[in-house]
């Protein structure tokens, strides 16, 4: 079985600065690794994926995601946010060989002028 | 492309009544659909496994006779919830696994916009 843990429930930024999600899992096979991002009332959009390859994973709207093997992380980051990306993020996982997703508790990302 | 349709996108029902939730897949074949449940400010919570053409696989604790899923075609799966009651109001969202033309399936699980259900 798979288990995801996003480390902060919460994270209040001001616009322009920097934000880093993070995000450790566990798993007793090679999993594949997703950063979802869903706005009030609506479902999930994909950030960006990890299923092999380079570590760093760039994805949509300027985020980027590092896969650490040793660490089991994932963590997401965005070097300047928006007040747009005020939203919830969901950090993912699924093993190699299910599809079934397992989810983190989310981060809700509130990002202020 | 890749597109995932739910409807309705709210519902407000009173209690003891079923209510059907469909689920499409608008641009591409999808012969495995997931639904999954998200009570408010909470995470995603797996409920079943729909399988077009076959039963579908519920997670453990999920009552399969209360949640009714039909996996008709491959573009189209229904959550009916049976007999709804005020705990079954939630956030249901629906995802779809995209399925080639040969039958290879990919990675990536896109999901649909959600449907609010209100039980009275």
New interface residues.
Partial sequence: AQSVTQLDSQVPVFEEAPVELRCNYSSSVSVYLFWYVQYPNQGLQLLLKYLSGSTLVKGINGFEAEFNKSQTSFHLRKPSVHISDTAEYFCAVRPGNDYKLSFGAGTTVTVRA | GAV?S?HPSRVICKSGTSVKIECRSLDFQAT?M?WYRQFP????M?MA?SNEGSKATYEQGVEKDKFLINHASLTLSTLTVTSAHPEDSS?Y?C?A?LTGLAGE?Y????????T?LTVL
């Fill in positions: 995932v739910q495995t997931f400010k909470k995470s995603l797996l496994t956030f969202i995802s696994r399936s990675n990536e699980q896109f999901f649909g916009p959600g609010r």
